[in-house]
Antibody, heavy 118, light 110 residues
Framework: QIQLVQSGAEVKKPGASVKVSCKAS????????VAWVRQAPGQGLEWMGW????????QYSQRFQGRVAMTTDTSTNTAYMELRSLRLDDTAVYFC???????????WGQGTLVTVSS | NFMLTQPHSVSESPGKTVTISCTGS????????VQWYQQRPGSAPTAVIY?????PSGVPDRFSGSIDSSSNSASLTISGLETEDEADYYC?????????FGGGTKLTVL
């Protein structure tokens, strides 16, 4: 059974960093990309970027360029997304998703709530 | 930048058919595949249509997708509406800048 299990909720202060993990089971990260999508409270879905091990490719949304870093650890089959210089409007649920060819998502993690508050 | 525009909300009665549109801002929406995701409150999205009109395993055939090049839009049609179909629906495509989501449509089944 394919699953993506994310780390728990976080509360951070403005200016801090957060690192969210996404552990895959039922398949290997090497075979597919991992995308990160966030959803602010009451808002729609926003793509942040994706990373793929199989073709050594990373692409970030221009909105997050310079503030986000996506990595993978193939030994633990886990992907990570780190967002730096947090702002109040970074408060959102962050999802990881299995990315098929960078263009669509067929499995999603359960989401991680990141709250940025002073 | 390429954008996808969806109606904010639609509503229909159980047993009826509803269509949700997703209009591309520029270029041809047919140039890249369109996906549709269903998101119930408090849950992660799940795919209901991929590559314009393909249904993932387990999605009932009441869900169908299409592309209309003349209006530069994609559509998600749900027939035989059930109360469990009440959810937010997002279209998604991509361009060289990355992945784009529509703003989402809230479907109310009343």
């Amino acid at each position: 059974q394919i699953q993506l299990v994310q780390s728990g909720a976080e509360v951070k202060k403005p200016g801090a960093s957060v690192k969210v993990s996404c552990k895959a089971s039922g398949y290997t990260l090497i075979s597919y990309g991992v995308a990160w999508v966030r959803q602010a409270p009451g808002q729609g879905l926003e793509w942040m970027g994706w990373i793929s091990v199989y073709n050594d490719h990373i692409q970030y949304s221009q909105r997050f360029q310079g503030r986000v870093a996506m990595t993978t650890d193939t030994s633990t089959n886990t992907a990570y997304m780190e967002l730096r210089s947090l702002r109040l409007d970074d408060t959102a649920v962050y999802f990881c998703a299995r990315s098929v060819g960078a263009t669509r998502f067929d499995q999603w993690g359960q989401g991680t709530l990141v709250t940025v508050s002073s | 930048n390429f954008m996808l525009t969806q109606p904010h909300s639609v509503s229909e009665s159980p047993g009826k058919t509803v269509t949700i549109s997703c209009t591309g801002s520029s270029g041809s929406i047919a140039s890249n595949y369109v996906q549709w995701y269903q998101q119930r409150p408090g849950s992660a999205p799940t795919a209901v249509i991929y590559e314009d009109n393909q249904r993932p395993s387990g999605v009932p055939d009441r869900f169908s997708g299409s592309i209309d090049s003349s209006s530069n839009s994609a559509s998600l049609t749900i027939s035989g509406l059930e109360t469990e179909d009440e959810a937010d629906y997002y279209c998604q495509s991509y361009d060289r800048s990355g992945v784009i989501f529509g703003g989402g449509t809230k479907l109310t089944v009343l």
